[in-house]
């Protein structure tokens, strides 16, 4: 994604602290992992890096703080545990003097700026540096290269059904789709997630699912027959009797179909 490259990124927060030393070799049996780091994945395919080091090195440096017994490391996880399987004694690092907060917060900052976050986990950072350090989505804009705008919209995600949520960290479902469930009660996110799901949605035809489903809402109980069928996606059919009364008919071909109406429809199938 280019737009990381865009944002100020971590050395907009390097300027407050204090520099001890720029660039230190030392060595990796001395430094201490994060406390702080909440990924618990940062392990995840990192032959490509090791390879990377074992050929040119370690061409970024690390970020620690000097401890009593060693270092603790601020930024750089993914390059320290690389680092450790391409066999190095030592890595470039640059030493701060920063407090536990300033610790968490470069951090924090990291894990927004690498390249696989899911949408969930982004806006959860964004949370986050709200919450405990006071910044405004302009600022969080400012560090990851996004507009104000869009910080909004991705923090609105955090507004969605756990479930619904679930799909979108699966990538069963994209953020595109997500942005427009918002819109929906809890129920109807679950409702309609399940049929982007099975029918594989487009963002366009998902926007049209909830364009009907919003009118069927804003009608009576008497629903236009042409809005129930295209919402249902099933043939349905009024039959008039002599008296006045009468039915309506679903029509379907098999068991399956029978569930998706049933869903749709907010229904069990021992309700049939």
Known sequence: ?????????????????????????????????????????????????????????????????????????????????????????KIPSMILNVSDNTVAEITLVENLLREDLNPIEEATGFALLIEKFGYTHEKIGELVGLDRATVSNKLRLLRLDEEVKDLLRESKIQEGHAKLLITLSPEDQKKVASIIVKKQLSVRETENVIKRLKQMGQKSKVTPLKVKSEYLQQPVYIKVGKRGGGQVVIKFKNKTELKEISERLGLTMEEF
């Not at 994604?1 to 050395?11: D, E, T, Y």
């Not at 927060?13 to 720029?22: G, M, Q, S, V």
């Not at 660039?23 to 090791?50: A, H, S, T």
């Not at 440096?61 to 750089?76: M, Q, S």
Request: aromatic share 2%; proline share 6%.
């Open 1 to 89: 994604m280019a737009r990381k490259a865009l944002g100020k990124g971590i050395g907009a927060l390097i300027p407050d602290a204090e520099i001890i030393e720029n660039v230190k070799l030392i060595e990796l049996e001395k430094i201490k992992r994060n406390p702080y780091q909440p990924r618990g994945d940062v392990e995840k395919e990192l032959e490509p890096l090791v390879e990377s080091i074992k050929k040119q090195g370690v061409l970024e440096p690390i970020l620690v703080r000097k401890e009593e017994d060693g270092y603790l490391l601020i930024a750089g996880e993914r390059r320290l545990l690389a680092a450790k399987k391409a066999g190095l004694k």
